[in-house]
């Protein structure tokens, strides 16, 4: 047994071979430097994907990784039960590159159980399957008569044939009793399956394990439909070991005691989301409910509901269609009380459930709805319009038409088949280019959908995304946003003063920052050394601690902590007691601070950056779409985006930070500089040889150097 | 299949231990013994039990990964002694299931066993445990269980069987675990869905061990305190 199966890893690495339906097991030793999720699967990436210049996922030539962490399937909280996906995506604009996804539930948990610290997926199997896990036993099965089933019900048939002695809840021997390496289980298999849009090749396609988690945006459900795979199903008995078991334990107590929310007395204008004490779902309470949560999490964010239907849902999910609810319930009274929010959630629950089943990625129609809406009213959308659709609009709210707008995308016909190799490029070939362009569709970054966080308004949010691959999906500044503007609408006084709160977030940026001028987002500021350093920070933050190590980015980064008490309003992040490195080194025997994890993600990021470089990524394609340079930032959540500013004075305060946009040529300075403080070429965007070599990235200068696409120094 | 309550002689076991005390032979204080003459065995009772609330808990299974961190120094769901079983596409409150040991006040896993590794643990509050160096793996005590899921789990490593102890021995929890200590499920749970309490629930209502741990704050916080006749799984 290798050593490293005593610090929270696994040992061993499945590569599945579609191709030839073969597998092999690749011992996790050599990537163990890389951390998990994010860095290990990027690093299994670059090893297994012979043609890193692919501009589709969809290709066959594409690898994807699912990787665990070391603190999956252990009761770090929040950090047990996240699990990554990786590999070139689909649907992005001008077109798609290396990306990454996340999924929260059980199944990096039990990928670990069963001796799995990541599965490497590539080629192309012959015929649609799926894959049996079950410990070290791994099986290949004809999916042919799941071809065709949601993601729902790919998962109850599969249930079904694996429940081989029809043992319910009860013990079940795995998979022989007390043979080998065998052993006994009450637990139910952790899949992860596409639906009918993944098997199109859909690229809103997404993968769906159990019945809420999915990996939505990268296009991956399409990935794996390009790949005949139609689902993977693990089981495992076994154990993850830590290297100091009393240490985690002793930190998951005291994170209990002083950051999770605690449901005796809750809390509910409680400032991070470590401390929130409510699943977080937009559409209203429904009592009958409990709150359901991801291996390991302090917390639980989602709920299952006594209907069953919208289990799992969370955030954004469960409310992209309640705004169109709530309208068509004014005009249509007799079919929908308005009053009624238990009926109200209901619905809601019920569209969240449909992109559910078809493992669609509903942010996307978070925009793109109100879009298509549009088009309807202007004359463009209908039966021989422009966009040609037999989708009736003017039932847009109710649950006839959620459904048919759904199947449309998930059986890639009507408009979802205008849509079905990506939005933008959707938009483009419709003659609808200036709707992009302008900002009607609210795309801003990499022809995907914004998250409610714009760009001009949050820029480090937009930054991020724009720098890296995707709609970064980071909330750990946001949470900022959130609590001040609710606090501002309710006209209630924030418990921390500005003053206080840039300086705790400073605080945790160390070194990257030297005082909390980072912290002032007013339009003067945002294209600062300071910001760029927060923004360096944020992205290496993002690399490795939420996505290698796999802490929930819903509960960590926790900079900064309020329960209206004066326990000193220090966040968990960092903290010597229960920060995220505490964690990590009860569990690797490694002793890392907060600030080694960071400089991994850097490593990470470069490494990345050097992949994009092969996939045809340039610093000229580094941009936002045009309106979020020409057009100011009116409308929002809120009539007001609320943040920490410095007033000319020098004093700090919350201010609206909306009504702006950005500045291409700072912006274009503001690259500059951060590629150079990257180490990347600032002409190019494409890591420097020396960076390269200074991060031990080395085994990437060769490719890159065949490619023609390496720099020589920093200094270029 | 549905085990009968114990009978004594014709007495059921509580009528028999009153008639025990009064012939001044009593258990209460030591630890089990065979009553002279019988196959029977006498067993003080616990002196803590764990109740929970199905309809409360969360399925983050932190309780089952503590479970066993603080016994073996692993986390694995097959080596907890608490087991939570979920079905994310059943309907609440079906869709959890929670399995913890009884501590029975008539234990037949202790009753079962061939070689007294499962016993009371007079030590450790009457707890009924099993002394991993007499189990000879055999498993009658899991099959003796009357509950399912099955409250004592087969570990194929050690080929032992393995039982909830309320954390009396645990080595790597920092803290005084077993009766009047720490229960490492109960401060895990983030939501108080285990409870840890000294009354003994009814020992033949299928329900005593499901309780209904919400309160107001609960309901503040969105859901409903109502209660609810979870089938704990006796066979």
Same mark, same amino acid.
């Given at each position: 047994?290798?050593?490293?199966?005593?610090?929270?890893?696994?040992?061993?690495?499945?590569?599945?071979?579609?191709?030839?339906?073969?597998?092999?097991?690749?011992?996790?030793?050599?990537? *163990?430097?890389?951390?998990?999720?994010?860095?290990?699967?990027?690093?299994?990436?670059?090893?297994?994907?012979?043609?890193?210049?692919?501009?589709?996922?969809?290709?066959?030539?594409?690898?994807?990784?699912?990787?665990?962490?070391?603190?999956?399937?252990?009761?770090?909280?929040?950090?047990?039960?996240?699990?990554?996906?990786?590999?070139?995506?689909?649907?992005?604009?001008?077109?798609?590159?290396?990306?990454?996804?996340?999924?929260?539930?059980?199944?990096?948990?039990?990928?670990?159980?069963?001796?799995?610290?990541?599965?490497?997926?590539?080629?192309?199997?012959?015929?649609?399957?799926?894959?049996?896990?079950?410990?070290?036993?791994?099986?290949?099965?004809?999916?042919?008569?799941?071809?065709?089933?949601?993601?729902?019900?790919?998962?109850?048939?599969?249930?079904?044939?694996?429940?081989?002695?029809?043992?319910?809840?009860?013990?079940?021997?795995?998979?022989?009793?007390?043979?080998?390496?065998?052993?006994?289980?009450?637990?139910?298999?952790?899949?992860?399956?596409?639906?009918?849009?993944?098997?199109?090749?859909?690229?809103?396609?997404?993968?769906?394990?159990?019945?809420?988690?999915?990996?939505?945006?990268?296009?991956?459900?399409?990935?794996?439909?390009?790949?005949?795979?139609?689902?993977?199903?693990?089981?495992?008995?076994?154990?993850?070991?830590?290297?100091?078991?009393?240490?985690?334990?002793?930190?998951?107590?005291?994170?209990?005691?002083?950051?999770?929310?605690?449901?005796?007395?809750?809390?509910?204008?409680?400032?991070?989301?470590?401390?929130?004490?409510?699943?977080?779902?937009?559409?209203?309470?429904?009592?009958?409910?409990?709150?359901?949560?991801?291996?390991?999490?302090?917390?639980?964010?989602?709920?299952?509901?006594?209907?069953?239907?919208?289990?799992?849902?969370?955030?954004?999910?469960?409310?992209?269609?309640?705004?169109?609810?709530?309208?068509?319930?004014?005009?249509?009274?007799?079919?929908?009380?308005?009053?009624?929010?238990?009926?109200?959630?209901?619905?809601?629950?019920?569209?969240?459930?449909?992109?559910?089943?078809?493992?669609?990625?509903?942010?996307?129609?978070?925009?793109?709805?109100?879009?298509?809406?549009?088009?309807?009213?202007?004359?463009?959308?209908?039966?021989?319009?422009?966009?040609?659709?037999?989708?009736?609009?003017?039932?847009?709210?109710?649950?006839?038409?959620?459904?048919?707008?759904?199947?449309?995308?998930?059986?890639?016909?009507?408009?979802?088949?205008?849509?079905?190799?990506?939005?933008?490029?959707?938009?483009?070939?419709?003659?609808?280019?200036?709707?992009?362009?302008?900002?009607?569709?609210?795309?801003?970054?990499?022809?995907?959908?914004?998250?409610?966080?714009?760009?001009?308004?949050?820029?480090?949010?937009?930054?991020?995304?724009?720098?890296?691959?995707?709609?970064?999906?980071?909330?750990?500044?946001?949470?900022?946003?959130?609590?001040?503007?609710?606090?501002?609408?309710?006209?209630?006084?924030?418990?921390?003063?500005?003053?206080?709160?840039?300086?705790?977030?400073?605080?945790?940026?160390? $070194?990257?920052?030297?005082?909390?001028?980072?912290?002032?987002?007013?339009?003067?500021?945002?294209?600062?050394?300071? *910001?760029?350093?927060?923004?360096?920070?944020?992205?290496?933050?993002?690399?490795?601690?939420?996505?290698?190590?796999?802490?929930?980015?819903?509960?960590?980064?926790?900079?900064?902590?309020?329960?209206?008490?004066?326990?000193?309003?220090?966040?968990?992040?960092?903290?010597?007691?229960?920060?995220?490195?505490?964690?990590?080194?009860?569990?690797?025997?490694?002793?890392?601070?907060?600030?080694?994890?960071?400089?991994?993600?850097?490593?990470?990021?470069?490494?990345?950056?050097?992949?994009?470089?092969?996939?045809?990524?340039?610093?000229?394609?580094?941009?936002?779409?045009?309106?979020?340079?020409?057009?100011?930032?009116?409308?929002?959540?809120?009539?007001?985006?609320?943040?920490?500013?410095?007033?000319?004075?020098?004093?700090?305060?919350?201010?609206?930070?909306?009504?702006?946009?950005?500045?291409?040529?700072?912006?274009?300075?503001?690259?500059?500089?951060?590629?150079?403080?990257?180490?990347?070429?600032?002409?190019?965007?494409?890591?420097?040889?020396?960076?390269?070599?200074?991060?031990?990235?080395?085994?990437?200068?060769?490719?890159?150097?065949?490619?023609?696409?390496?720099?020589?120094?920093?200094?270029? | 299949?549905?085990?009968?309550?114990?009978?004594?002689?014709?007495?059921?076991?509580?009528?028999?231990?009153? *008639?025990?005390?009064?012939?001044?032979?009593?258990?209460?204080?030591?630890?089990?013994?065979?009553?002279?003459?019988?196959?029977?065995?006498?067993?003080?009772?616990?002196?803590?039990?764990?109740?929970?609330?199905?309809?409360?808990?969360?399925?983050?299974?932190?309780?089952?990964?503590?479970?066993?961190?603080?016994?073996?120094?692993?986390?694995?769901?097959?080596?907890?002694?608490?087991?939570?079983?979920?079905?994310?596409?059943?309907?609440?409150?079906?869709?959890?299931?929670?399995?913890?040991?009884?501590?029975?006040?008539?234990?037949?896993?202790?009753?079962?066993?061939?070689?007294?590794?499962?016993?009371?643990?007079?030590?450790?509050?009457?707890?009924?445990?099993?002394?991993?160096?007499?189990?000879?793996?055999?498993?009658?005590?899991?099959?003796?269980?009357?509950?399912?899921?099955?409250?004592?789990?087969?570990?194929?490593?050690?080929?032992?069987?393995?039982?909830?102890?309320?954390?009396?021995?645990?080595?790597?929890?920092?803290?005084?675990?077993? $009766?009047?200590?720490?229960?490492?499920?109960?401060?895990?749970? $983030?939501?108080?869905?285990?409870?840890?309490?000294?009354?003994? $629930?009814?020992?033949?209502?299928?329900?005593?061990?499901?309780?209904?741990?919400?309160?107001?704050?609960?309901?503040?916080?969105?859901?409903?305190?109502?209660?609810?006749?979870?089938?704990?799984?006796?066979?």
């Amino acid at each position: 047994m290798s050593d490293i199966t005593n610090r929270g890893y696994a040992g061993k690495i499945l590569h599945l071979k579609l191709s030839t339906l073969e597998y092999e097991v690749i011992p996790t030793e050599k990537y *163990v430097e890389w951390g998990g999720g994010n860095g290990m699967g990027t690093a299994l990436y670059w090893d297994f994907c012979e043609d890193k210049t692919i501009q589709d996922g969809r290709d066959e030539k594409n690898v994807v990784v699912i990787a665990t962490s070391p603190l999956c399937g252990t009761a770090t909280p929040s950090a047990g039960g996240r699990c990554e996906i990786v590999g070139t995506a689909c649907g992005l604009y001008p077109e798609s590159f290396f990306s990454r996804s996340n999924i929260g539930g059980r199944l990096s948990s039990m990928m670990k159980y069963a001796g799995w610290d990541a599965i490497v997926i590539s080629g192309k199997a012959p015929k649609p399957v799926w894959v049996e896990i079950q410990n070290s036993l791994v099986r290949y099965h004809s999916a042919e008569a799941l071809w065709g089933k949601d993601a729902h019900e790919t998962q109850l048939r599969l249930f079904g044939i694996l429940d081989r002695k029809n043992e319910g809840w009860g013990w079940q021997p795995l998979p022989g009793k007390g043979a080998g390496d065998s052993g006994y289980t009450t637990q139910i298999p952790a899949i992860a399956a596409i639906s009918q849009a993944g098997e199109r090749l859909q690229t809103m396609a997404g993968i769906l394990h159990d019945a809420g988690n999915i990996s939505g945006q990268g296009g991956f459900g399409a990935v794996w439909g390009s790949k005949n795979l139609k689902a993977i199903s693990v089981l495992g008995t076994g154990a993850v070991k830590a290297a100091d078991p009393a240490a985690l334990i002793r930190a998951r107590f005291k994170v209990k005691e002083r950051y999770a929310p605690d449901v005796q007395k809750p809390d509910l204008l409680a400032w991070s989301f470590l401390s929130y004490p409510k699943p977080i779902a937009f559409a209203g309470d429904y009592d009958q409910s409990r709150r359901s949560a991801c291996v390991g999490c302090v917390m639980g964010c989602r709920q299952r509901f006594s209907t069953g239907v919208g289990n799992q849902v969370k955030c954004q999910a469960s409310a992209w269609y309640l705004a169109y609810i709530k309208k068509y319930a004014k005009k249509h009274p007799e079919e929908i009380d308005l009053n009624n929010e238990k009926q109200i959630v209901e619905i809601s629950n019920y569209a969240a459930d449909l992109c559910n089943r078809y493992a669609l990625n509903t942010y996307l129609f978070q925009h793109a709805l109100p879009w298509l809406e549009g088009l309807w009213h202007r004359g463009l959308l209908g039966k021989g319009k422009q966009v040609p659709s037999e989708l009736d609009f003017d039932k847009l709210g109710s649950k006839a038409f959620v459904k048919e707008f759904c199947e449309a995308f998930a059986f890639r016909k009507d408009i979802g088949a205008l849509f079905g190799d990506g939005f933008v490029h959707g938009v483009i070939k419709l003659g609808l280019e200036e709707d992009y362009k302008n900002g009607t569709l609210d795309f801003p970054y990499w022809g995907i959908q914004e998250h409610g966080y714009d760009p001009r308004a949050e820029v480090e949010w937009g930054y991020a995304s724009i720098l890296t691959d995707r709609d970064v999906n980071s909330h750990e500044f946001n949470q900022l946003y959130w609590n001040i503007s609710i606090y501002t609408l309710m006209g209630l006084k924030p418990r921390i003063s500005a003053e206080k709160l840039v300086h705790l977030i400073a605080e945790k940026l160390k $070194p990257y920052v030297d005082g909390p001028e980072c912290m002032d987002f007013s339009e003067e500021n945002i294209y600062s050394d300071a *910001v760029l350093n927060l923004t360096r920070w944020y992205i290496h933050y993002n690399r490795f601690w939420k996505n290698s190590a796999l802490f929930c980015d819903l509960r960590w980064a926790n900079l900064f902590h309020s329960r209206g008490d004066d326990a000193g309003n220090e966040g968990a992040t960092g903290d010597p007691e229960v920060g995220e490195q505490v964690y990590w080194n009860a569990v690797t025997g490694e002793n890392i601070s907060i600030v080694d994890g960071l400089k991994r993600g850097y490593r990470v990021i470069v490494l990345q950056n050097a992949i994009w470089a092969l996939q045809g990524r340039h610093r000229d394609k580094v941009h936002f779409a045009d309106f979020i340079y020409e057009k100011p930032f009116e409308k929002g959540e809120f009539p007001f985006y609320m943040w920490t500013v410095r007033d000319k004075e020098g004093k700090w305060r919350y201010g609206d930070i909306m009504h702006r946009k950005l500045d291409r040529e700072k912006f274009e300075d503001f690259k500059t500089r951060y590629y150079l403080a990257e180490g990347l070429d600032p002409k190019t965007g494409w890591p420097t040889e020396e960076t390269l070599k200074k991060l031990k990235l080395d085994f990437a200068i060769d490719e890159l150097k065949e490619h023609g696409k390496l720099p020589e120094s920093n200094a270029s | 299949m549905q085990n009968s309550e114990p009978k004594f002689g014709g007495m059921d076991r509580r009528t028999f231990l009153k *008639v025990l005390a009064a012939s001044g032979v009593t258990a209460t204080a030591g630890a089990a013994f065979m009553l002279p003459g019988t196959n029977l065995m006498v067993m003080p009772n616990s002196k803590g039990y764990l109740v929970v609330d199905m309809a409360k808990c969360m399925g983050c299974v932190s309780c089952m990964m503590a479970c066993s961190m603080v016994h073996h120094g692993e986390s694995s769901l097959s080596l907890s002694r608490i087991q939570i079983q979920q079905d994310a596409f059943q309907k609440f409150p079906d869709d959890i299931h929670m399995a913890v040991c009884h501590q029975c006040e008539d234990a037949p896993c202790v009753n079962a066993c061939p070689v007294e590794a499962d016993h009371v643990d007079i030590v450790h509050g009457n707890i009924r445990t099993i002394d991993p160096d007499r189990c000879i793996g055999c498993t009658q005590c899991i099959d003796a269980c009357p509950w399912l899921p099955k409250r004592l789990q087969f570990n194929p490593k050690t080929r032992k069987v393995q039982k909830c102890d309320l954390c009396a021995n645990t080595p790597y929890l920092d803290e005084k675990g077993g $009766p009047g200590g720490t229960q490492t499920c109960v401060k895990v749970c $983030p939501v108080g869905a285990i409870s840890y309490v000294e009354k003994m $629930p009814k020992q033949h209502d299928p329900y005593a061990y499901n309780v209904n741990l919400r309160d107001k704050s609960w309901v503040e916080v969105g859901h409903t305190d109502k209660d609810f006749k979870l089938n704990e799984g006796k066979v």
